[in-house]
Each structure stands twice: as C-alpha cells, then as structure tokens.
C-alpha cells in the first residue's frame, strides 16, 4: 500500500527522506504524481489543494503532518468515509510550552523595551511585575495548552486555562464553556490562544473579549490567524487597553509584506514557527498507523469530525 504526500507547503523532501530512511521499501508517492489513484489508502497532508483527495476511490486516512486539521477540514469535499488524523508528539508539544515561556518572559522582562532602550544608549531601570503578581491564561487545554500551562505554573506564574469541558490540572484555575470565559478573562492579564480553529472558536479574539480583559493585557497567538479579528486588536492596542501582542499566525501565510502588522511598534511578528513537527520525531506515529490500517486496527489520534478537532 503507498503513502502519498499532499502537501502544498511543509517539507516534503524531509517527509519523503524520513519514511524512506525508516522503511526502504516503503512506495512514497508526491501528490500530484499519485500513480493508480485506486491504489492510494493512506495520505499525509498539509494545506492540500482542495478537491484532491476525492481523487482517490479508496482512500481511508488522511494523517495531518501537524498538531491541528483545520487545513485538512476546511475542504468541501472531503470524501465521507475518511478517518482524520493529527500529530502528538513530546517535542512539539515541549516546543510549544517553551516558545509561549520565552514570549511571556520577554515581555514581562520588557526585553524588547530594553533593546530599544540600547539602541539609544540609555540607561532607564523599569520596574517589573513579578511571576506571582502576574494572572495567565491560556485558552485551550488540550495537548498542547494544558503542558504549556502547567510550565507556566512552574515559573510561579497564577495561571488559569479555559476549554470547552470541565478539566482538573494541578495548581491551575480551570473554567470550561461560554458561561465561564468572562470569569476566566477577567484575570487574564496575558491571554494565551492554544485552541484549535473551528466554527465556534472563530474569531475569539475580538474586541468584546479583549474588553473582558484586565487593562493593559497581552495578547499571544499561536493557534490559527482565524482566531483573531485583525482591526479589534490594531484598535484595542490604540486605545491603550491592550498593551502587546506577540502574533506567530496569521490569516494569510506569509504575511503579506504591506499587512500593518509588520510595522505596529507593539505587536511582535514571528513566522509560524511556534513549534514546528519534526518528522524524525513524528514518522513513528504515521508509520504505526499505516500498519494499523493495514491491519484493520483502530487508529491513534483520530480526530471528531463533528467537533472538528
Ligand atoms: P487539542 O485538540 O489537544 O486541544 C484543544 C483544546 O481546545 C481542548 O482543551 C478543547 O476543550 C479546547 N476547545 C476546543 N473548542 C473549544 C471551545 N469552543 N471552547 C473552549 N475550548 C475549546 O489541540 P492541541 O493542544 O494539540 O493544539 C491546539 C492548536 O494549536 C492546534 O489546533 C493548532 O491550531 C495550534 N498549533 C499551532 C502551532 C504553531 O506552530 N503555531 C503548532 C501546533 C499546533 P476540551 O478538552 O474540553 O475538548
Ligand atoms: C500545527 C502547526 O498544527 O504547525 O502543527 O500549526
């Protein structure tokens, strides 16, 4: 049975190279060049042309070569019968916690401030807030944002999460649903976005929950560009309530070159680079289920389609 690889934009030579190192005789196939579509069961995707796999009669997975499957989702005409499903995998979810870590710190510490500050030669000692003085929260506590939380929480941090059941995770405040999300963003003085993008977390990011916000919050994004509704947060950092934003997506990737994004002085741009899957890491997972599928076994980390992550 052949993989094929549909991918508009990931590292597909290092997919390719990965599977081949670990299965010599392995057929890898690189969409378009599919081969005898009927012959094609097992896809890895990423920001695949949509349409594509209804060219495949017997298809019957499509694994995300990353943690999230809006990309995969969002087509129309995904063929019904599809199992979906997504990456999980130690290092990408201890990158994630430590990209967050080292974007909280920065600003906290104001290391950007004191960079400016250098360019000017001047000397100008801030006061700071201290771990314990500071309320995080992060929304979503799945895989990635419960680890980042609790490493958050080892900092000192107060850290509270928010997801859409109820959820127990030691030392952090948790709040579950719409009828807890102003409670969590009430003491939320940097908000951290970890969910993934569907129809109802579309958009979260808006002016009216930035206005639950405490005065001068700060803003980390580094779930999907979807999440956040670009004008709410240029207008809430002009008007001072908001007082940073460290953004790693964006609605359109690349970010094009005139977005005003770019030039903002306190928004931090980083290019999708948050945690990046390893496909050394991750072949292992893919490879387990192609021969569970072959096996007729249940596969790991399939994905709801009805929930959509
Ligand atoms: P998971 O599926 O493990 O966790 C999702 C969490 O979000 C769950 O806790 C879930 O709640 C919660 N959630 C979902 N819908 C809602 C809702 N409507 N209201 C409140 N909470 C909700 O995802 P991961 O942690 O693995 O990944 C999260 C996202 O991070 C990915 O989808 C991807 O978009 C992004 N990502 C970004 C990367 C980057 O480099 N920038 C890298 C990797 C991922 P519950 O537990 O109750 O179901
Ligand atoms: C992912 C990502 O979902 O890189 O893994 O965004």
Not at 5 to 30: C, E, F, G, M
Not at 298 to 303: E, I, R
Request: hydrophobic content about 40%; proline content about 6%; aromatic content about 8%.
């Amino acid at each position: 049975m052949p993989i094929i690889i549909v991918n508009q934009s990931r590292y597909i030579r290092h997919w390719v190279d990965t599977l081949k190192a670990k299965r010599p005789d392995l057929d890898v196939r690189v969409y378009p060049d599919a081969g005898a579509p009927e012959e094609i069961e097992f896809a890895l995707a990423w920001n695949h042309p949509l349409g594509a796999f209804q060219e495949f009669p017997n298809l019957k997975c499509i694994a995300s070569t990353g943690a999230g499957v809006d990309h995969i989702l969002r087509d129309p005409d995904l063929p019904a019968q599809v199992q979906i499903t997504r990456i999980v995998d130690e290092n990408l979810t201890h990158d994630m916690a430590t990209f967050v870590t080292a974007l909280v710190l920065n600003h906290v510490r104001d290391l950007d401030g004191y960079k400016e500050a250098q360019r000017e030669r001047t000397w100008a000692q801030k006061r700071y807030l201290r771990t314990q003085d500071l309320g995080i929260g992060v929304m979503g506590l799945g895989v990635l944002g419960s680890y980042t939380a609790l490493q958050l929480r080892k900092l000192g941090f107060r850290v509270q999460g928010w997801a859409k059941s109820p959820k127990v995770l030691e030392d952090i405040g948790t709040y579950a649903g719409p009828e807890e999300l102003d409670a969590f963003l009430a003491s939320s003085r940097i908000l951290v976005c970890l969910l993934p993008l569907t129809p109802e977390t579309a958009n979260i990011l808006n002016k009216e929950t930035f206005q639950k916000l405490p005065k001068d919050a700060f803003i980390i994004n580094v779930a999907r560009g979807e999440h956040l509704v670009e004008q709410d947060l240029i207008e809430m950092l002009d008007d001072g309530h908001l007082s940073g934003a460290s953004l790693d997506v964006f609605r359109e990737e690349p970010l094009p070159e005139n977005h005003p994004f770019w030039s903002h002085p306190r928004i931090n741009v980083t290019p999708h680079i948050a945690s990046v899957t390893n496909p050394e890491s991750a072949v292992e997972q893919i490879l387990e289920n192609y021969d569970r599928l072959q096996k007729k076994e249940p596969l790991l980390n399939v994905v709801s389609r009805t929930k959509g992550y």
